[in-house]
């Protein structure tokens, strides 16, 4: 029996354990489910925190993203727009992607 990493994806999504997202790009909106976590960084040697925000989403659901897109990811009923800080890292076997957000403050 194969690792089937949809499994636990598609079933993290139906507990609503994800977000949902929306890939803008110039042409048509694409929606997708994402994981929005806002992990700690520390710098300066440990002696300076920062926060910033990190989707972790299926590579194959937004392939063309790149450092500078727009997105809009809902998540627990607020939804915010986002920049693509950083172009996305491929995870392990490359079936999940991370990408850093810098949110978008009107």
């Known amino acids: 029996m ?3 990493p949809t499994v636990f994806f598609a079933a993290a999504r139906d507990e ?3 977000a949902q997202g929306v890939y803008r790009p110039a ?3 694409l929606p997708f489910d994402c994981g929005l976590q806002r992990p700690d960084v520390l ?3 440990d002696q300076q925190q920062s926060t910033s925000w990190e989707i972790e989403y299926e590579t194959a ?3 063309p993203l790149r450092a500078g897109d727009a997105l ?7 939804t915010r727009d986002f920049v693509v800080r950083n172009s996305p890292n491929a995870q392990s076997d490359g079936y ?3 990408a850093e957000l810098t949110e978008v403050i009107p």
């Open 2 to 4: 194969a690792w089937d």
């Open 16 to 18: 609503g354990m994800l």
């Open 27 to 29: 042409a048509d909106a």
């Open 43 to 45: 710098l300066l040697g």
């Open 61 to 63: 659901a937004i392939p």
């Open 72 to 78: 809009s990811i809902t998540w627990l009923g607020a």
């Open 96 to 98: 999940f992607s991370k």
